[in-house]
C-alpha cells in the first residue's frame, strides 16, 4: 500500500497502541480529525497547542507519550509475518457488515477494531 493508503494504515495501527477499544474521547476525536490527522496532533510538532477537547493534561500526556512510542511499521511486520492482517474501515477487506452491527463498538461510536 502506498501513498494516502499507507498513511491511513500507519495512523490507524499506531492508534491500536495509543487509544483502548471504545474509548470515548478517542472515538470522538478519530470521527473529528481522522487517523493521519489525530496522529499528527498527538506527535507533531504542535501536539502541545493544538489538543484535542476533553481530557485533562494528564490523560492527554499519556496518549502522546503512547504515540510517540508506537511503531506501526513493527507491530504491521510482526503481524504479517504470522499470517495476520491488518482490516480497517476504509481498507478493501473491511467487512461493513460488522459496522452495521449494534453491538460493534463503531455503532456505539467508539472505535473500530482498528
Known amino acids: 500500500m502506498t501513498g ?3 498513511g491511513e494504515l500507519l495512523a490507524r495501527a499506531a492508534l491500536t497502541r495509543v487509544l483502548e477499544p471504545g474509548d470515548e474521547h478517542g472515538g470522538r476525536w478519530l470521527r473529528e480529525h481522522g487517523a493521519v490527522g ?11 497547542s493544538r489538543a484535542p477537547a476533553g481530557v485533562g493534561p494528564e490523560r492527554l500526556a499519556g496518549y502522546r507519550r503512547r504515540a510517540a512510542l508506537a ?4 507491530d504491521l511486520e510482526r503481524a504479517a509475518a504470522t499470517g495476520g492482517r491488518f482490516v480497517f474501515p476504509g481498507a478493501a477487506e473491511f467487512c461493513l457488515q460488522l459496522a452495521c452491527c449494534p453491538r460493534s463498538c463503531c455503532a ?6 482498528g
Open 4 to 6: 494516502a493508503g499507507e
Open 38 to 48: 489525530l496522529m499528527e496532533l498527538l506527535t507533531g510538532p504542535e501536539a502541545g
Open 71 to 74: 511503531d506501526p511499521r513493527r
Open 108 to 113: 456505539r461510536g467508539g472505535l473500530c477494531c
